[in-house]
């Protein structure tokens, strides 16, 4: 286990929610399913508690929990995309997957956990700033998933 790993508390299905990142994103892997090694409370032995895994390189822990505590925007997953195909990729499985799509290049999986798909292009314009960065900014802010063009066409003028 690392030093360092976010933990994602999940009702109880950590494991598809794992399994669900290690297919979409690369550099993705389960890497430990831990059960309980006896009854308890709200569960049985054999149980899953605990999945280790990891997303896009960052190592993660998916807690099943139980229903108290729900994913919240305040955390999210951003992934920097190189283009349009790979945004429509990682966007259209988690929308498709039981997710939903919120706004400017927000949308959320199926569990609740929020993700920022954001195209390199429109983070390059946002740094640039002056008259190019709010061209970009007010593009996006019509958008729910990013429209790599719009933000091209944008940041020209």
Known sequence: MQKNTICLWFDKDAEAA????????????????????????DGKQGNVLVVEFTVVGIPCMGLNGGP??????????Q??????E???????AIVANGGQESECGWCKDRWGLSWQITPRVLTDALK?????????????MTMRKIDV?????????
């Open 86 to 92: 790979e945004t429509d990729r990682y966007w259209n």
């Open 79 to 84: 992934i920097a995309t190189e283009n349009q």
């Open 149 to 157: 063009a719009a933000i091209e066409a944008a940041r020209r003028g």
């Open 128 to 140: 640039v700033g002056g008259a190019e960065a709010k061209r970009a900014f007010d593009a996006m």
């Open 68 to 77: 108290t505590f729900k994913q919240s925007e305040a955390f999210s997953f």
């Open 18 to 41: 794992a399994r669900f990142y290690s297919e979409v994103f690369p550099d993705s892997a389960v890497t430990a399913v831990i059960r309980a090694p006896g009854d308890y409370p």
